[in-house]
């Protein structure tokens, strides 16, 4: 997605930024869901041990839309599915908290978050035509969430499927619910799972990805309905995507992760004003926009995920990153509270010069 803007204020494009902010002022009390040092960690039989999730902390409130940014194998997937508790029991080590209204979802057994899953919190997979069923029909799909969770018989849940792929814009919705996932457009699949997913009206909805596989056009659009579905219900959500151009138009809070732990967040528009950590700047300099001369180059950022330390070793960043010093190497950077503009950043030698309000948090 490209972005047009004429200064850096204005670069997070014209959404409901004024309302959701004096959203988020006016919520109190515990947030919707806290997670709190992450970790999950693959444990093969005969092979090393790697971390894929490593210490990630964030929180959502009520309402609010957050994002969770970076490259593929950042952690951003496993992540989610660590919340959800779709990761398999063998093999596999989470440790850390996930508070959902009260709730660890990390401590919940299988037939407890089956409960949760598809009522209470609901996920938007990146692949919709490898997520949905092949061999049963779309308003099958669709009904089967709303008789699990809000005990509609077969009529009234065919009833309502209609009318919820008619809300996600499928035309015919009547037709559709008769075929199968291969008779859809991706456009239309997707739009599908975005049905199901928003059935029971969650609280929170985790979008992974969810316009890897759409040309630009229907992009924009499925962008649309998913802003358009959080500001009539009230629904949380959390963005996953790799796209800050996605990240601009949608989100509020910002977590830019890299090799599984969290390297800065910030609200939306000081974090696209004045990015503080090396591999957030690279992933802005990444991005097309419209407003830049014909001919300027793209910044790609050197290497690939797979070129990073150890974080015990020092930054995982610091081979791919042209602000390396000697600091760097040889211990982890701290995670940073800058308390004026607020944000946390993890780096030793920041773009923006590091201000007198800080703390260092970990």
Request: glycine content about 8%; proline content about 8%; overall charge neutral.
């Amino acid at each position: 997605m490209s972005l047009s803007t004429s200064d850096s204020a204005t670069w997070v494009g014209a959404t409901s930024a004024g309302a959701r902010g004096a959203n988020r002022g006016s919520r109190s009390g515990a947030p919707l869901l806290e997670v709190t040092d992450l970790s999950v960690t693959f444990t093969p039989r005969e092979a090393p041990a790697v971390a894929a999730v490593d210490g990630v902390s964030f929180t959502v409130d009520e309402g609010e839309v957050v994002g969770l940014v970076g490259e593929s194998g950042c952690g951003k997937s496993v992540t989610s599915l660590a919340i959800m508790g779709l990761l398999p029991r063998r093999g596999v080590q989470v440790g850390g908290r996930a508070v959902f209204a009260g709730q660890d979802l990390l401590t919940l057994g299988d037939a407890a978050l089956r409960d949760i899953r598809g009522r209470e919190i609901a996920m938007i997979f990146q692949d919709p035509l490898s997520s949905l069923n092949p061999v049963v029909p779309i308003g099958v799909q669709v009904a089967e969430v709303l008789v699990r969770h809000r005990k509609l018989d077969r009529a009234q849940a065919r009833r309502e499927s209609a009318e919820l792929l008619e809300r996600v814009g499928i035309p015919d919705p009547q037709r559709r619910l008769r075929e199968y996932p291969h008779q859809l457009s991706g456009g239309m699949r997707q739009r599908a799972l975005i049905a199901m997913a928003v059935a029971c009206q969650p609280r929170l909805l985790i979008a992974d990805e969810p316009t890897t596989a759409l040309d630009v056009t229907i992009q924009a659009q499925t962008l649309d309905l998913l802003k358009d579905l959080v500001r009539s219900s009230g629904t949380a959500l959390i963005m996953i995507t790799h796209d800050l151009g996605v990240v601009a138009g949608m989100c509020d809070t910002v977590n830019v992760l890299y090799a599984g732990r969290v390297v800065e967040t910030a609200e939306r528009v000081p974090l696209f004003a004045n990015p503080y950590h090396p591999y957030t700047v690279g992933l802005l300099g990444s991005i097309p926009r419209l407003d830049r001369a014909r001919g300027d180059r793209l910044t790609p950022i050197p290497g690939s995920v797979r070129d990073q330390l150890p974080w015990p070793e020092g930054c995982a960043f610091a081979p791919r990153c042209d602000r390396r010093t000697d600091a760097c190497i040889g211990r982890p950077p701290q995670l940073t509270r800058v308390v004026v503009p607020p944000r946390t950043h993890r780096c030793v030698n920041p773009v923006v010069p590091a201000p007198a309000t800080l703390e260092e948090v970990s």
